[in-house]
Structure formats: structure tokens, C-alpha cells
């Protein structure tokens, strides 16, 4: 079992930046892929961006692509979210999630190859 807490969540004006925190604890070395994901209000549960413990590499949906970066610290079993230039579109309910495969291309943004997810943390951006 591998428990996930999200926590860095908060209400932003339009233009700022959060960071988010991931700490993974449990069966963590069994875990290869990590992602965060996010839910607004009436819509689906999408990717957000993924990040491979081992190596780092990094994956990113194009909505957030240079603006939010994934990183991962191994010694703490936490992975970070720095989201700069938010939007009110970002708001939404932020998850961390772990799977236990080895994700490539696609399939990294598939909520269904997660195994583990986080409660969530709350983003709120104000215009």
C-alpha cells in the first residue's frame, strides 16, 4: 500500500504561483510513476503532469506546458507541483497519484493506470 498527501493548495490571484507537495509514504519502492492530476466542478478528472522516479522524466498536458514544472525529491518521497502564471481556469480540485507500472507516452496521462491516489488538495484562482 503506498499512502499519498497533497497538501500547498490555496486561493491565488490571477498571475501568481503555488507550489504543491506530494509526500509518499508505505511501499513507495514499488512505485515508478508519479502524476498529479485535477477536477473542476462538473468536468472529468484530467492529467495535469507526470513524472518518473527513477531518471525524472518529465510529462506535461499542453494546457500547463511552461508554465507548471514536476519535480521529485527521492530522500523524501515527495513530489512537488510549482505552478506559476495561474489561471482561473487551474481551479480545481489538485490529486497526486502513484502507479505501480512503468507508464510511457499516453498512457502516463491515463487515470486508470494509477493505482494510488491523494484526497486532494483545493486551487482556487480569482481573476
Known amino acids: 500500500q503506498v499512502q499519498l498527501v497533497e497538501s500547498g493548495g490555496g486561493l491565488v490571484q490571477a498571475g501568481g504561483s503555488l507550489r504543491l507537495s506530494c509526500a509518499a509514504s508505505g511501499r513507495t519502492d514499488n512505485t515508478y510513476n508519479m502524476g498529479w492530476f485535477r477536477q473542476a466542478p462538473g468536468k472529468e478528472r484530467e492529467f495535469v503532469a507526470g513524472?518518473?522516479?527513477?531518471?525524472?522524466?518529465?510529462y506535461y498536458a499542453d494546457s500547463v506546458k511552461g508554465r507548471f514544472t514536476i519535480s521529485r525529491d527521492n530522500a523524501k518521497n515527495t513530489v512537488y507541483l510549482q505552478m506559476n502564471s495561474l489561471k482561473p481556469e487551474d481551479t480545481a480540485l489538485y490529486f497526486c497519484?502513484?502507479?505501480?507500472?512503468?507508464?510511457?507516452?499516453?498512457?502516463?496521462?491515463?487515470?486508470?493506470?494509477?493505482?494510488?491516489w491523494g484526497q486532494g488538495t483545493q486551487v482556487t484562482v480569482s481573476s
Open positions: 497519484a502513484a502507479s505501480m507500472r512503468k507508464l510511457y507516452g499516453g498512457s502516463v496521462a491515463n487515470r486508470r493506470e494509477y493505482d494510488y
Open positions: 513524472i518518473r522516479w527513477s531518471g525524472g522524466t518529465t
